[in-house]
């Protein structure tokens, strides 16, 4: 059994920063994956993706680092671009193509403790597949994909068109400030955690980007320091090392708030370059302890 199985689709992204175009691999399965990596083997994990043939490049490629990859085959790999302004907290969106979605057949062989559903598009997973995987093991989501709808080309927020169903299954969750204001319909993160709360989840994590994060869990609220980078350079897959972060120290029985800042200082660093999160333990000590 995995302490950690994260199940997402990686995508083909391409990446318009004020400085520079790049393409790379990406979404939040990548992301995740390659920053829990780069932390102590204390827990174990598994990703499992979902991509078209030309592209199992992706990986293998994760493989040779010494990630654990179990992929299923897809008719395409899902093709992002994502285009930032001067301001790293907010971007648009295309999405070029489309993988399938994930099913149960597939979900059956896994077995883990957490699973950390990395969704892209609002079809990645049906509400069945997320019942199902909750009589395997606690579920962690993240809610961006969820609320994305494709027309065309272009992505549009929209409401969690099964959120109830969804959450009451749901153990953690991870929004940002905007994606619990269409969930919940509430401005304020403390009242949408509430919110989120009243719904079944038990840890619920609102990043709220150079403002910080707050995490309620049990009743409590805590309040998580953003850690100045030393240069903003990208922020693509921030909230995804944020939730590798968060979930590696839950799972060696850490605290909420020593949970979050941990997570919070392993963002710090992820912005300060582009690609995945590539630092060492040490690192992220080093930020959270100054």
């Not at 689709?9 to 995740?32: E, L, Q």
């Amino acid at each position: 059994m995995k302490d950690i199985c994260c199940i997402g689709h990686i995508t083909k992204d391409k990446i318009i920063t004020p400085r520079k175009t790049v393409y790379m691999a990406g979404g939040t399965s990548f992301y995740f994956s390659y920053a829990f990596n780069h932390l102590p083997k204390d827990a174990s994990f598994q990703l499992v993706t979902k991509l078209g043939e030309s592209e199992m490049e992706s990986a293998e490629a994760m493989r040779r680092v010494g990630i654990d990859v179990l992929t299923f085959p897809s008719r395409h790999t899902v093709y992002f671009e994502n285009k930032y302004g001067e301001n790293q907290n907010e971007r648009t969106q295309r999405v070029l193509e489309r993988a399938d979605p994930f099913t149960i057949e597939e979900m059956s062989t896994l077995d883990a403790k957490v699973f950390h559903l990395g969704s892209l598009l609002s079809d990645d997973f049906s509400p069945e597949v997320i019942k199902y995987l909750s009589s395997k093991g606690r579920i962690s989501i993240d809610a961006q994909g969820f609320l994305r709808e494709v027309r065309g080309e272009q992505v549009f927020a929209i409401d969690w068109a099964d959120k109830l169903q969804i959450l009451a299954h749901t153990d953690i969750i991870k929004v940002n400030e905007h994606e619990m204001e269409v969930i919940t319909g509430l401005t304020d993160p403390r009242k949408a955690a509430e919110r989120l709360a009243e719904w079944g989840v038990k840890e619920v994590v609102v990043t709220l980007g150079s403002y910080g994060s707050l995490i309620l869990a049990e009743g409590k609220f805590y309040e998580i320091p953003a850690y100045e980078p030393h240069d903003i350079v990208d922020a693509t897959g921030c909230g995804d090392t944020y939730s590798a972060g968060y979930l590696w120290c839950r799972s060696q029985g850490k605290g909420y708030d020593e949970s979050g800042r941990f997570a919070a200082a392993m963002c710090t660093l992820k912005l300060e370059h582009t690609g995945p999160f590539d630092r060492t333990i040490e690192d992220v000590l080093e930020i959270v302890n100054k």
